[in-house]
């Protein structure tokens, strides 16, 4: 038996993935010690409340409601409490006392990264947060270390399961998003208050964790433009897929350049987006997340699994966990987060992509003429245009409505225009929208999606 | 500007690679400096010959046929020429040396490997090889550290280019084995020599590789069962389309439990096998690769991405370099590969999996019951079995060739039958296989494919 040096190791939190990354500690201790060339010493686990029903039992001599004790002397601190405070408080005194941190803690990196990043540097202390974006989807370390000699242009991320779950239920069982809500709720895929993630607060944390990593950038998630799936509704979606897409809800973050080519900064931004069918994102399907690459010299890679539960997250957890013991057992300080590049990040109005817009018109000579020249007017190229004849309540285009053709009537026959654009600026974009909405030829804006993946 | 401490960076190899390596960090230097916290000075590339062509202009002043002596006082020396020698020795003296080095040489770390990590274990130095296995996607980096806290249970692999661009275009062109080739040629996809791809060499490397890491085990690549491409007909491919399958070239590598569930060894093997349509590696199209894994607290997780070629490639070397360089910064030893779990590598023999058969045999009362009993004989339980009566040259079932129906005249029609099984070993399907090859009903076995992914 070989004996190895023991590392101290305290959790905060026994959440849904503190108590199993506690439990596989216990369990599997010896098999990681060999691993890590170290031993992995649980000295407690600190909670709230001693007497809370867990969903991995634990000796019950571990836990504590003591947590800034339990840090003191810890060679690693894993923070699954999850939320601001006292996470950032217990993290910072974690880190001040030299120890490693390990966190899943998405909220706090994104709003707090920056402070956690430079006192890690100060004092020489390494944080490793793999189960912060895409559970158990290893993303992290390889944006960090993988991709550090390459330039990451685009990233297309399916990061929030909950969301992807409901919209996924809409295209494929035909759902209502209230239906799919309870559906998802009822299997346990959606909290009691599933605000954060309908609304893509959690996607938009992610994707300033993910567009800090990638561009050497610090991108805070106030600085993310977020979009939820909240107006997203079944009759979309089906139109979506008659078209030759899926929505799901994107975290996209990218370089943007300019109309010379070079690059003007970086955006990241949550919203939902029509995706191509044949895209291998428009494959992913449930509660799974997915996170989509594009390289300057690596191409497109796709990284794709389970992207929540307390089990693939403790996995993910546990990684980080054992890379950490590897460093304390090679000595050194840890190597700090390059934001270097600090590149300008940009607000929305900046980003460029494809639109499909739809509106109803009236159905009446003259209407597509003025509508394009609309786009026109805002610098917008139009790439195609389909127009299809509305039914109307009184019996259709070839009923009784249908004889005031060509006149002008507010009540007469309407028509729907689907228009796609080529690439255009978002604040072009927006400022041709309003134009239409206030338009005499146009009765109704009824979509405006952004196109990605193409 | 920042004045970072100078690494001196040697490169063996101006291929495909190495020239990319070399002109990207030429190019790149700067940021790359500034993601590893230190300068990278390309001291010098090693070459067979100076006058060669190249796929990246590279200043003549850098090119040396002197390999050996551009190492010495190298801190870390990229490995790009391939092959077993002179890399080997070059290896051997870097490393002895106490430069931390990387490579894409997966056949060197297939065949030499265990010599090569001891050596860096002993004098604290590092190797990093992330380019050996799916070219520009990250698999060594998640294996050996994201997923060090958990179980991999499993690795299907589609880890060569050529043979999945060939085996695709039999499925979506329907071309022949040998006019598939003939177009990966002409498409710069395959060598002039292409046979250490279609003979299953490379993907056994590569196996081995993943293997030694996902099971913490030395899996020498002679313990590596491998069967080719060049028996794979587009008949085959074609009915298993029909059936809902497609016809991948896998790596499998996987933990072998015995009937009581516990744990009797591990197995690498490469094999063409049948992947139902619906599963992710199906969707794999082309010269990409692919690595579906399955952890115990993971779940099933898949990388995605280009496999091969020059330019991908030098994005997983130049992320290990950058990573080489951000260990020398920390300073301390390198951390050991760890095969300390050394579970038995089993024979192909051991391993369990589904099978399909087909065979072709008189179609006439009992043949099935006797075919049925030579399964039940070897323990080989029978899951499905269709059968179909085989066109016979002299006009099909319905022709004068159906009049001799049940009798027992060899030239008397025949029927397709095509068996699937449960689960069995190798080692009794193999016996049974034979068995049926030499009975009296069995007019001819066709195919034994195994299936993965179910």
Not at 153 to 173: A, H, K, P, Q, Y
Not at 341 to 346: H, I, N, S, Y
Not at 352 to 378: E, K, N, Q
């Amino acid at each position: 038996m070989i004996e190895y040096r023991n590392l101290r190791v305290a959790i905060l939190g026994a959440g849904a993935v503190g108590a199993q990354v506690a439990s596989m500690l216990l369990r599997n201790g010896e098999e990681l010690a060999q691993r890590a060339g170290a031993g992995l010493e649980l000295v407690g686990v600190a909670v709230r409340d001693l007497d809370a029903p867990r969903t991995a039992e634990l000796p019950r001599e571990l836990l504590t409601t003591d947590a800034e004790r339990l840090i003191v002397g810890a060679d690693i601190v894993v923070e699954l409490i999850g939320g601001l405070e006292p996470a950032r408080t217990l993290l910072l005194q974690a880190i001040g006392s030299g120890a490693d941190v390990v966190t899943a803690n998405k909220a706090l990196l994104a709003t707090h990264g920056p402070e956690l990043f430079d006192l890690a540097e100060q004092v020489g202390a390494q944080l490793y947060y793999e189960a912060a974006v895409g559970g158990a989807i290893p993303i992290i370390r390889p944006l960090r270390d993988s991709l550090a000699g390459d330039r990451v242009d685009r990233i297309l991320g399916i990061v929030n399961g909950t969301t992807n779950f409901i919209l996924d239920r809409m295209d494929r069982e035909g759902e209502s998003l209230d239906a799919a809500l309870t559906t998802a709720r009822e299997l346990g895929y959606a909290e009691a208050d599933p605000t954060a993630d309908i609304t893509g607060v959690d996607a938009a944390q992610k994707a300033a964790i993910l567009a800090t990593l990638a561009f050497h950038t610090s991108v805070p998630v106030d600085s993310v433009h977020r979009e939820g799936i909240t107006e997203v509704t079944h009759a979309q979606v089906a139109a979506a897929r008659r078209a030759g897409y899926v929505i799901k809800l994107l975290a996209i973050c990218e370089r943007v350049l300019g109309a010379d080519g070079a690059q003007r900064g970086v955006s990241a931004r949550v919203h939902p987006a029509l995706v191509p069918v044949g895209h291998p994102l428009a494959t992913v399907h449930g509660v799974n997340n997915a996170v989509f690459l594009e390289a300057e010299a690596a191409g497109d890679l796709m990284f794709y699994g389970a992207g929540a539960g307390g089990v693939p997250t403790a996995s993910a957890v546990l990684g980080d966990l054992v890379s950490a013991a590897r460093r304390h057992v090679a000595g050194g300080p840890g190597v700090a987060e390059s934001t270097r590049a600090e590149l300008p990040v940009l607000p929305i109005g900046d980003v460029r992509t494809r639109y499909r817009i739809t509106l109803h018109v009236p159905d009446r000579p003259g209407v597509l003429a003025t509508v394009a020249g609309v786009f026109s007017d805002h610098g917008v190229s139009v790439e195609a245009v389909e127009q299809s004849i509305d039914e109307s309540p009184a019996g259709g285009p070839g009923g009784p409505g249908g004889a005031d053709r060509g006149d002008t009537g507010a009540a007469g026959p309407t028509a729907t225009l689907v228009i796609g654009t080529h690439e255009a600026a978002e604040r072009d974009l927006g400022a041709c929208v309003d134009a239409l909405a206030a338009s005499d030829v146009v009765d109704r804006v009824e979509s405006v999606l952004r196109v990605e993946g193409l």
